[in-house]
């Protein structure tokens, strides 16, 4: 019989796996524009600051992710948001599993997303 951990573990992987699956398409590749060649447009609104890094990040990898998938992207930062355009709080913002904000602002402004505040 197994024990309640080591169903726990298993089901855990198994969700993992069926969530990456349905997520990519059960495909290794980047997703990419829409079959018809049309690229879909995407404002991303920001409005958590440094209080909250981990969330705060969020706007600037799915950016980052979208534009090199070969969609229009836009970022628009309102409310505390708007604190992580300075180059102290940037520098010094580190999300929870995530490489530091100020990769990820970096990675946006190599691709030339516009970030309005």
Same mark, same amino acid.
């Given at each position: ?8 573990? +298993?089901?855990?992987? /198994? ?7 349905? =997520?990519?398409? @059960? !495909?290794a590749?980047?997703?990419? #524009? ?30 980052? +992710?979208?534009?090199? /998938? ?7 930062? =309102?409310?505390? @948001? !708007?604190?992580?355009?300075?180059? #102290? ?13 100020r ?15």
């Amino acid at each position: 019989m197994t024990s309640r951990r080591e169903f726990l573990e +298993a089901a855990g992987h /198994a969700c993992a796996t069926a969530v990456l699956v349905t =997520a990519t398409g @059960a !495909t290794a590749e980047a997703p990419s #524009a829409p079959a018809t060649g049309e690229k879909q447009r995407f404002l991303l609104v920001g409005l958590v600051g440094s209080e909250n890094p981990t969330r705060a990040n969020f706007p600037f990898v799915w950016a980052a +992710a979208l534009q090199e /998938a070969g969609h229009e992207i836009r970022i628009e930062l =309102a409310g505390d @948001a !708007t604190v992580l355009m300075r180059r #102290a709080v940037a520098d010094n913002v580190t999300p929870v599993g995530w490489p530091p904000f100020r990769e990820a602002l970096a990675k946006v402004i190599e691709l030339g997303i516009p970030i309005f505040v």
